[in-house]
């Protein structure tokens, strides 16, 4: 087998970024969780640091925001959840 370490680079920063991008959102979800309250009980989808959707079902978030490098979804739960 032959590796076309051009290509495994190209991929392997393709995916250094995508995670980046991720991560942004990840963290700015975090960042702003206490102004997420009317949300709860929904799935909320973060990208470029804003908020693209929000919806009861994950799925239809995924669908939506296929075509979106680094999106990130999570949930607000109901009730506040305690970490022991």
């Known amino acids: 087998m032959v590796i076309n370490k051009k290509k495994l680079k190209k991929d392997i920063e393709k ?29 909320i989808a973060v990208f470029n640091e804003k908020i693209v959707g929000i919806s009861k079902s994950k799925k239809y978030l995924e ?10 979804i999570d949930y607000i739960p109901e009730k506040d959840v305690i970490w022991v």
Do not use: A, T
């Not at 979800?29 to 929904?42: A, D, I, W």
């Not at 669908?63 to 990130?72: A, E, L, P, T």
């Open 63 to 72: 669908n939506k925001c296929k075509d979106m490098v680094g999106v990130y």
């Open 15 to 43: 995916m250094r970024k995508e995670y980046h991008e991720y991560h942004r959102n990840y963290l700015w979800f975090n960042s702003h969780y206490n102004c997420f309250e009317q949300y709860k009980g929904k799935y």
